[in-house]
């Protein structure tokens, strides 16, 4: 089991920045891949943002490129995303993931363990 503790999240107005973190623990694979997912009212999960840890090559949905940043730290095993340039249409709750494979990063099915998720309203 990898359990992922994640911290941040908030209410923020448009154009303000939030930087969450997730943190990584348990039976972590070497390759791994940690991702952020997030989810609004009504709407299907959608991918955010990926590093695979191996090289640390970097994805990112088209929505939020340019605004956001994926980053992490080799030695704590945490993954960070900051947030800058908030719209409204960012407002869902933000999960951290994990993969154990190198399926393709931006794909629900690719990621065995979640965190809880944290919430990111943004007002306009």
């Known amino acids: 089991q990898v359990q992922l503790v994640e911290s941040g999240g908030g209410l923020v107005q448009a154009g303000g920045s939030v930087r969450l973190s997730c943190a990584a623990s348990?039976?972590?694979?070497?390759?791994?891949?940690m991702g952020w997912f997030r989810q609004a009212p009504g709407k299907r999960r959608d991918f955010v943002a990926a590093?695979?840890?191996?090289?640390?090559?970097?994805y990112y949905a088209d929505s939020v490129k340019g605004r956001f940043t994926i980053s992490r730290d080799n030695a704590k095993n945490t993954v960070w995303l900051q947030m800058n340039s908030l719209k409204p249409e960012d407002t869902a709750v933000y999960y951290c993931?994990?993969?154990?494979?190198?399926?393709?990063?931006?794909?629900?099915?690719?990621?065995?363990?979640w965190g809880q998720g944290t919430q990111v309203s943004v007002s306009s």
């Open positions: 993931a994990f993969s154990i494979g190198s399926r393709v990063v931006s794909g629900i099915a690719s990621y065995d363990y």
């Open positions: 348990g039976h972590i694979f070497r390759g791994y891949i």
């Open positions: 590093i695979r840890w191996s090289d640390g090559s970097i």
